[in-house]
């Protein structure tokens, strides 16, 4: 089965080539959905002036090359082109991708090696809801393309290196290895990072231990770097915890922090300046990527190594670059980081290409992330001004997808499992539903509800299917009747599923995984009119009508399931 629009696509631009020549056969017919009949194609409008031709005689060309379309053609108002599809080819399609394990969804020839950057929390401190859009997002698009049949390699480049580990390692010797561990795994990096930093400002004894043990981590001190261990493994633990709680596919063996690429720093200096690419500027080596000005109209440079020698973000950036290109063999990089390092990223892609580690075969993207804002409209934070910590607010909405369903005598095991699963799809499909690089304004009054575009409306949808199926007695796998369309409803559902496939690789191809959960919420609307114009299992439905609406109904169940899971939102069986 294939997208109707892709299908009307091909079918117009052979009309184009046969009635005005070969060389309109790629002309775009702007194809959209209309209100006046299944789709509209524009294409005359576009070509009338090019022809010398009015738009309407375009029109009546393309139409009478198309003579053996399945369904019906009007030509209306200067030149529009009204298509109406046949109710047995959307039937036909239909039951094809209800028997298609993979629902019309194509995989992508050759496969391609993406490596997604996403997550990466900082180590020093503790995971907040920063990294909340950073991990939904990243993690949805690496499903995505792993549905598609890439390879996909996580590269969660947690901030594990730097100054702060000096005093972190002096505090966690001061209160002693057990306590710093327990407290680190409990989540209390803010609190651990505050009070190492209290005694770094205020004791000079303490300072001078914390510079000295920076100098001994640096330098690969076996006993510093055990220390180190102990301090990031009791990070790492908690970090999973959030994960685990999230439902994201992150792994210990994704983790590629800073600390990996420490020993490529050196060489990653030397390689640019002995190239030419980098150069000394008032005393530290900078790359000036053609393009990029400051406010004094100067290049602005990206500077590689700092005037004291030490190292910066865009050292690490691209080592990492080099490193994903070369080792990991990437065809396609995706840093889902937020919006305001968009320059850093433009000029760190600038000089990989300058110095040839990023070749023009390799696509290199930055998947801008909006900011998280709170009902006063300014960035996400506590009443006393702190981060919001992630546990914090992810268990919060547990909580209130527990108050959800308090009343509906489910045992306490089945309760805690279905606010667990309504609670993270409140929180996940919020942040999904809308553009990544926007702001949003994070309402978990607003996110639990189950009306609206909202993760628990979506469950609700699936959950209304699967009781219709209890009620008829049999499982989704089981419905295999042909699909008849016969009413309004009915045909618009049909006609809609059938965009899956189509959309799903475009999702992929343009990371916006929004466009997936607005095809999702019209699914689920389209699907709550049927419900209530076509009944499936009520008294008085005949047996025939029965089964082959069991049939749109499995068809719509797995879309709905389908496409969730490639967003990472759970799906519980009962709401």
Not at 58 to 83: K, M, Y
Not at 154 to 173: S, V
Not at 315 to 332: G, P
Request: charge should be negative; glycine fraction near 8%; charged fraction near 25%.
């Amino acid at each position: 089965m294939t997208d109707p629009q892709i299908v009307l696509t091909e079918r117009v631009q052979q009309a184009l080539a046969r009635a005005f020549g070969p060389e309109h056969a790629d002309a775009d017919p702007l194809i959209r959905p209309s209100q006046f009949a299944d789709f509209q194609a524009n294409v005359a409008m576009s070509l009338a002036k090019r022809l010398r031709r009015s738009p309407r005689e375009v029109a009546e060309a393309i139409r009478a090359e198309l003579s053996d379309f399945p369904g019906t053609i009007e030509v209306s108002g200067p030149g529009f082109l009204n298509i109406t599809l046949a109710d047995s080819f959307i039937e036909s399609e239909a039951r094809g991708m209800l028997a298609d394990p993979r629902l019309g969804v194509g995989t992508i020839t050759p496969s391609q090696t993406v490596v997604i950057d996403y997550s990466a929390p900082n180590a020093a401190k503790e995971m907040h809801v920063g990294h909340l859009r950073t991990t939904i997002v990243g993690d949805s698009l690496a499903r995505l393309h792993e549905h598609l049949g890439n390879t996909v390699i996580r590269q969660n480049h947690l901030g594990d290196w730097g100054t702060p580990f000096g005093m972190l390692i002096e505090h966690l010797l001061d209160i002693g290895e057990q306590a710093a561990v327990a407290q680190l795994e409990a989540g209390q990096g803010t609190e651990f990072y505050q009070a190492a930093r209290s005694k770094f400002d205020s004791d000079e004894d303490f300072k001078t231990r914390a510079r000295t043990r920076v100098s001994t981590l640096q330098s690969g001190d076996p006993d510093t770097l055990r220390l180190w261990h102990v301090f990031m493994d009791a990070t790492v633990r908690f970090f999973n915890k959030v994960y685990d709680l999230l439902g994201v596919t992150l792994t210990d063996t994704d983790i590629a922090g800073e600390s990996m690429y420490n020993p490529m720093l050196q060489k990653t200096c030397d390689d640019l300046e002995a190239s030419g690419t980098a150069e000394m500027s008032e005393g530290a080596l900078c790359v000036f990527p053609p393009g990029f000005t400051g406010s004094d109209d100067k290049p602005l440079p990206l500077i590689i190594r700092k005037s004291d020698g030490g190292y910066g973000y865009a050292t690490t950036d691209l080592a990492a670059i080099r490193y994903r290109v070369h080792d990991l063999k990437a065809d396609r990089i995706l840093y889902v980081v937020g919006n305001e390092q968009a320059l850093h990223f433009q000029m760190v892609f600038a000089a990989a290409r300058l110095a040839g580690w990023l070749p023009d075969t390799v696509d290199a993207e930055h998947v801008r992330i909006g900011m998280m804002l709170g009902k006063d409209g300014r960035r996400f934070k506590t009443r006393s001004g702190e981060s919001v910590k992630l546990m914090d607010l992810l268990q919060e909405a547990v909580d209130r997808a527990a108050r959800l369903i308090e009343d509906r005598g489910y045992d306490e095991a089945l309760k805690r499992e279905i606010a667990h699963a309504v609670g993270m799809a409140a929180v996940k499909y919020a942040d999904l539903s809308v553009s990544h690089d926007s702001e949003y304004v994070f309402d978990l009054d607003r996110m639990v509800a189950t009306t609206g575009n909202t993760g628990p409306y979506m469950q609700y949808a699936t959950a209304r299917i699967r009781s219709i199926f209890r009620k008829a007695g049999i499982e989704p796998g089981e419905a295999n009747a042909p699909i008849v369309l016969a009413a309004p409803a009915e045909r618009a559902l049909g006609l809609h599923l059938l965009g899956f496939g189509e959309l799903v690789t475009q999702v992929t191809a343009a990371s916006e995984p929004h466009r997936l959960c607005a095809f999702l919420f019209q699914t689920a609307s389209l699907l709550s009119t049927f419900y209530e114009e076509c009944p499936v299992v009520k008294e008085g439905v005949d047996p025939e009508t029965r089964d082959q609406r069991l049939a749109l109904c499995a068809l719509t169940l797995r879309v709905l399931e389908t496409g969730l899971d490639l967003l990472g939102v759970p799906v519980p069986e009962r709401m």
